[in-house]
């Protein structure tokens, strides 16, 4: 078994009592200033960029070996910090540590580096053209502003860091307050990890409370910034970000309402209105609904409420009360779902319930209610707005009079996801348009299933147009994700011993090149020039 | 011949000529207002993205052909308008044609839609995974601010135009004011050239004027925005677009100082003192200097100076007096000229000349200067920023006591180029340093030769941490240009008869593709779930 540096760490305090600060004081040295932070990240900046891709592998797998060594010890916090379930933290620790590797096996493959070699043509169609190798390096320090929903994943060894650091960028974590001991316990595995692996001091580096992050975002030795959160929060960042005398590029993901639409045909195929009930029911209720790719609507056939309505409400009240995340979640929720509630036209399908405990923990059961179009059209964003929280909109349409490839722009203007069950052999043009629409306005589309399964691939895309992300051209799940931290650089008739491995002749790193040779642009010889 | 939609076009009335408000009223069908070409973008924009690969690449070359079918029409307007040399006019619109073919070519073949397919596998490493399959497709309608430094090339048909059409986005063009006669006849042969080749109408639509470019860019139905000019400009626009309701990637290209540095060994390697002077007079007063890639400053060793300082005057004497652009840039030239004279301890080595003709024209020779280091470090930004036109500066370094790499972040923190000349066999800590520096702070490194040669090539890079552009994770030129105008999205368990050509099993359309098989993540089987 791999040496677990938490071995010595004494038992957690209770979070909010006595021992709190003392802990706090225990482990400072684990926790930076921002402006400090931003020193060491600029320091190592240079030395992680020429580690080469081989180390930088090593040194991702070391951390994800020693988190998947420290579970016993990080899971427990994680549970009294967040108040998830056992089965989704072990499971989301593990995706954590696969999706490191999985990054390791990508930095190690060196295909993400988009080699582009022009050989020296003196023939080319606009004359004699210079050899140019053209590769992604690492775009320097990056902050990432943990979330709260995902203590693992989304947090202080989550994707967003395993994906600045596989591009060869330092990492300040911005940690969330929803699970400060968590963090703090994290960043410890990975600082020791990061330097066992021998990767520069300050590769990693952690910083605490909001001003920290503004902070650490507005610094100049700062060159772009990652997020997961709400659309709030995002938005004032990506501000910050876009407001700097050296703008930079800022990776928010913020929120989504995730649409699913059941066809005219589509009932049969998703196994029927009780298995179609049981599949919602579960997606939304799942981590209490805490999940930005939470389905928030669900589009049925009219005449198919009456036969949801009970097995929705069976498998809903079927639910167990489940802790959300800290109080500013539960707040924010009983907003939302005390607006929704009182719009007018809005039924309840399956009530719900939301009870504060003396902690001022919220303890909610599902919320599940319907409403026809013409309401939710005429309601706007009381209706559209997400609401994060086990909470779903059921919309009953007319499949005669609907056009819900025209409706999709309108309603649902950006999503990570979109989920269809159509008829296992339909095809119309309204499926093609609505399906086309679909690809428009999300990062991705499902044929079936539910959006909360997010396969950690090459394939996966998690990010979708404004106000799902600030920037749809990347995604924050998946191995393109380290695209973000990148940025192109050519080189122009450099000596073999000038240029990275990567770009030298005889590809002594062996990765993909795509090469443009002389003589290709000869089909062009009419032009004059 | 291919026939050519401008043949009856009517001799051009003189700039600023009673006939000139006529021509307008001739040509205004070509001209639309931001709100109408912004609704009929977004009208073409989903039949475009569905026209497929072969017919967007067939109509980029009726483009090329209508261009060099049109030449003889459309220089003589240039010349008129710019100032510029008849054969550089004629060579910009042969690239001009030529990278219409390039991205044809591109589009073609299909790479650049980056597919990745994820085979369904039931045993990866966190639970089964579906089928997932992954492409880019068009962000939408696009506004691209011309340039007025290039007529053709950064223009109405240029590369920004050219990469956005490639990519499936229909373009709203904003003309620059500098050349609008030139602007109005392109316009028409891209929009016939179109619609000849069955491109939906709304594909291409040209606007004028400073008010209906913010317009467009603020109109929630355009998807992106793209520019080349000023640092000032750019940078206003890329706030509008980060601070609309719902933000926008804005691909800016500012200003750029593209310094040079010859190592105590790199004389030789220039050829000599004779050769450099001649390179660099060329390349500082190519265009009159008025080339975003302008070499702005030359690093050379004590006692260089004195070789250079006779063959740089007599090369800057020999340059025959060349009209600036338009009075804006005069007055930006004299203006930056100033300063920079009057700048302690600046001293000319060519003089250089300005003089305003009754049309308030500039006409200019090329004025260099030169500084030593430690006037460089105290002057600031009166020497650092780009001076637009035939300017540059020399500035004297000790090699023995001078860490050029550690002055690149604090003097030139973004630049488009970056050029060094070192001996042939050199090898030194020191120049690896300065190499590494520049290949962080510039998108093009060269060795030898002079930034102002620009290859429109796949491997081409041109972009740079900021101010040299707004996004540096882009290039706008070369066929990555493209890269700029697509997002992702991934279809998950699709049937294949729903996916797009690109993704559908068997490949029908010939791309190629990443696989993720099934079963490759088994290594990561020592993980528990």
Same mark, same amino acid.
């Given at each position: 078994?791999?040496?677990?540096?938490?071995?010595?760490?004494?038992?957690?305090?209770?979070?909010?009592?006595?021992?709190?600060?003392?802990?706090?004081?225990?482990?400072?040295?684990?926790?930076?200033?921002?402006? !400090?932070?931003?020193?060491?990240?600029?320091?190592?900046?240079?030395?992680?960029?020429?580690?080469?891709?081989?180390?930088?592998?090593?040194?991702?797998?070391?951390?994800? !070996?020693?988190?998947?060594?420290?579970?016993?010890?990080?899971?427990?916090?994680?549970?009294?910090?967040?108040?998830?379930?056992?089965?989704?933290? *072990?499971?989301?620790?593990?995706?954590?540590?696969?999706?490191?590797?999985?990054?390791?096996?990508?930095?190690?493959?060196?295909?993400?580096?988009?080699? *582009?070699?022009?050989?020296?043509?003196?023939?080319?169609?606009?004359?004699? *053209?210079?050899?140019?190798?053209?590769? @992604?390096?690492?775009?320097?320090?990056?902050?990432?502003?943990?979330?709260?929903?995902?203590?693992?994943?989304?947090?202080?060894?989550?994707? !967003?860091?395993?994906?600045?650091?596989?591009?060869?960028?330092?990492?300040?974590?911005?940690?969330?307050?929803?699970?400060?001991?968590?963090?703090?316990?994290?960043?410890?595995?990975?600082?020791?990890?990061?330097?066992?692996?021998?990767?520069?001091?300050?590769?990693?580096?952690?910083?605490?409370?909001?001003?920290?992050?503004?902070?650490?975002?507005?610094?100049?030795?700062?060159?772009?910034?990652?997020?997961?959160?709400?659309?709030?929060?995002?938005?004032?960042?990506?501000?910050?970000?876009?407001?700097?005398?050296?703008?930079?590029?800022?990776?928010?993901?913020?929120?989504?309402?995730?649409?699913?639409?059941?066809?005219?045909?589509?009932?049969?195929?998703?196994?029927?209105?009780?298995?179609?009930?049981?599949?919602?029911?579960?997606?939304?209720?799942?981590?209490?609904?805490?999940?930005?790719?939470?389905?928030?609507?669900?589009?049925?056939?009219?005449?198919?409420?009456?036969?949801?309505?009970?097995?929705?409400?069976?498998?809903?009240?079927?639910?167990?009360?489940?802790?959300?995340?800290?109080?500013?979640?539960?707040?924010?929720?009983?907003?939302?779902?005390?607006?929704?509630?009182?719009?007018?036209?809005?039924?309840?399908?399956?009530?719900?319930?939301?009870?504060?405990?003396?902690?001022?923990?919220?303890?909610?059961?599902?919320?599940?209610?319907?409403?026809?179009?013409?309401?939710?059209?005429?309601?706007?964003?009381?209706?559209?707005?997400?609401?994060?929280?086990?909470?779903?909109?059921?919309?009953?349409?007319?499949?005669?009079?609907?056009?819900?490839?025209?409706?999709?722009?309108?309603?649902?203007?950006?999503?990570?996801?979109?989920?269809?069950?159509?008829?296992?052999?339909?095809?119309?043009?309204?499926?093609?348009?609505?399906?086309?629409?679909?690809?428009?306005?999300?990062?991705?589309?499902?044929?079936?299933?539910?959006?909360?399964?997010?396969?950690?691939?090459?394939?996966?895309?998690?990010?979708?147009?404004?106000?799902?992300?600030?920037?749809?051209?990347?995604?924050?799940?998946?191995?393109?994700?380290? @695209?973000?931290?990148?940025?192109?650089?050519?080189?122009?008739?450099?000596?073999?011993?000038?240029?990275?491995?990567?770009?030298?002749?005889?590809?002594?790193?062996?990765?993909? *090149?795509?090469?443009?040779?002389?003589?290709?642009?000869?089909?062009?010889?009419?032009?004059?020039?």
């Amino acid at each position: 078994m791999t040496h677990s540096p938490l071995d010595t760490t004494p038992d957690a305090p209770e979070a909010g009592s006595a021992d709190a600060a003392t802990q706090v004081t225990e482990e400072q040295s684990v926790v930076t200033s921002a402006a !400090d932070a931003a020193a060491r990240a600029h320091a190592a900046s240079t030395p992680f960029a020429l580690t080469d891709r081989a180390a930088r592998a090593d040194a991702l797998l070391a951390v994800a !070996d020693a988190l998947a060594a420290d579970a016993d010890t990080l899971v427990p916090v994680g549970l009294r910090e967040t108040g998830l379930a056992e089965a989704r933290l *072990r499971g989301e620790l593990n995706r954590t540590v696969v999706q490191l590797r999985l990054f390791a096996d990508t930095v190690r493959a060196g295909d993400y580096l988009d080699v *582009r070699i022009d050989e020296a043509d003196p023939g080319f169609a606009l004359g004699a *053209r210079p050899d140019l190798r053209r590769y @992604l390096v690492p775009v320097g320090p990056v902050v990432n502003f943990a979330a709260s929903n995902f203590p693992f994943a989304f947090s202080v060894a989550g994707g !967003d860091t395993a994906a600045a650091l596989a591009a060869g960028c330092p990492v300040i974590l911005k940690a969330h307050p929803g699970h400060p001991e968590l963090s703090r316990l994290t960043a410890q595995v990975v600082v020791r990890a990061l330097a066992e692996a021998g990767m520069p001091d300050g590769t990693f580096q952690l910083i605490e409370g909001q001003d920290a992050g503004i902070e650490a975002l507005r610094d100049p030795r700062v060159a772009a910034g990652s997020f997961t959160g709400s659309l709030g929060a995002g938005r004032a960042l990506a501000d910050i970000a876009a407001s700097r005398p050296a703008p930079i590029p800022f990776f928010g993901e913020l929120g989504s309402v995730n649409p699913v639409f059941v066809t005219a045909d589509g009932l049969v195929s998703a196994g029927g209105a009780d298995a179609l009930a049981a599949g919602f029911v579960a997606s939304v209720s799942g981590s209490a609904g805490q999940l930005c790719t939470k389905p928030g609507f669900l589009f049925v056939p009219t005449g198919t409420l009456a036969q949801l309505d009970a097995p929705i409400r069976e498998a809903a009240e079927g639910v167990a009360a489940h802790r959300l995340l800290y109080p500013k979640i539960t707040s924010g929720y009983v907003e939302r779902r005390d607006t929704i509630l009182g719009v007018e036209g809005v039924r309840p399908v399956a009530a719900g319930t939301v009870e504060v405990d003396d902690d001022g923990h919220g303890w909610v059961t599902p919320t599940i209610v319907s409403v026809d179009l013409d309401t939710l059209l005429s309601a706007g964003e009381d209706l559209l707005d997400e609401a994060f929280g086990p909470l779903s909109i059921v919309v009953e349409y007319d499949p005669a009079t609907t056009d819900l490839a025209a409706l999709v722009p309108e309603l649902f203007p950006g999503s990570l996801t979109a989920t269809v069950y159509a008829g296992d052999t339909e095809q119309s043009d309204d499926l093609d348009r609505l399906v086309f629409a679909l690809s428009r306005h999300a990062g991705r589309v499902l044929f079936g299933g539910w959006p909360t399964g997010v396969a950690v691939t090459p394939a996966m895309q998690h990010g979708g147009p404004w106000p799902a992300t600030t920037n749809d051209s990347s995604t924050s799940v998946g191995t393109a994700a380290l @695209l973000r931290f990148l940025r192109p650089v050519a080189f122009q008739s450099a000596p073999d011993r000038m240029l990275p491995p990567e770009l030298r002749d005889g590809n002594p790193s062996s990765v993909p *090149r795509a090469t443009a040779p002389a003589g290709e642009s000869t089909s062009w010889g009419s032009t004059s020039v």
